[in-house]
């Protein structure tokens, strides 16, 4: 889990691809202290395990269902990501809680200037539409954003100059793609509330009269 805080970001210093998956080399400073392999470390949204690092650098693997759901397909050599390591339970949650499970990419329909704001409008598909609510929160690029504006085909977010500044964000230009991933909450809501339990076969339990007298109870 992680909290939608980039703490840097990074630049890919190298791509080795396979038949249909990648091993990405990420150059980095802050989130390798304290990292140890198998760590999990959020790129640009997308929750990857270290398989290897160095003083300034670490690589992880990235499968086929990733490269599908996500844009880390459109990485290059020299592209900048955002990083942030898992939270622990002595992290202050100053974002939401993100899980590093994109739900679909979106596209930078418009940008425009509101004073020290920028506003970013984003393109959505109904399956992510369903779980954005105004004023609710949502990562792009696995950065906790508070949605602004809603509309039937996208959502809007505003961004203040920080935000810009020390994150992938402020590269953003019209026509570019993002990672989403709404709010867990919602979709576990859904699954609930939808989940028909009459289809489901009760387990029987091996706790049996026979179980307890042969264990000595």
């Given at each position: 889990m992680f909290t939608g805080l980039a703490e840097e970001t990074g630049k890919i210093k190298k791509?080795?691809?396979g038949t249909a998956s990648s091993v990405l080399?990420?150059?980095a400073k802050k989130v390798l202290e304290g990292t140890v392999l198998g760590d999990s470390i959020c790129v640009s949204g997308v929750c990857l395990s270290v398989t290897s690092f160095t003083t300034n650098s670490f690589t992880a693997d990235v499968m086929h269902e990733t490269l599908n759901r996500s844009i880390l397909k459109d990485l290059k050599a020299g592209s900048i990501v955002n990083l942030e390591r898992a939270l622990t339970l002595s992290t202050?949650?100053?974002g939401h809680i993100v899980s590093g499970h994109v739900d679909g990419v979106s596209e930078i329909i418009s940008v425009t200037k509101d004073d020290n704001a920028t506003w970013f409008e984003f393109s959505?598909?109904?399956?992510i539409l369903k779980y954005?609510?105004?004023k609710g929160s949502v990562a792009?690029?696995?950065l906790s954003l508070t949605v602004a504006k809603l509309s039937h085909h996208s959502f809007s977010i505003s961004a203040i100059p920080h935000t810009l500044a020390v994150t992938t964000l402020g590269t953003k230009k019209l026509g570019d793609k993002v990672n989403v991933e709404v709010d867990l909450i919602g979709k576990y809501v859904e699954n609930?509330?939808?989940f028909d339990y009459s289809k489901q076969e009760p387990k029987k339990s091996v706790i049996t009269a026979e179980f307890l007298q042969k264990y000595g109870f």
């Open positions: 791509i080795s691809k080399e990420i150059q202050r949650l100053g959505a598909e109904k399956n954005i609510i105004e792009i690029d696995g609930l509330l939808k």
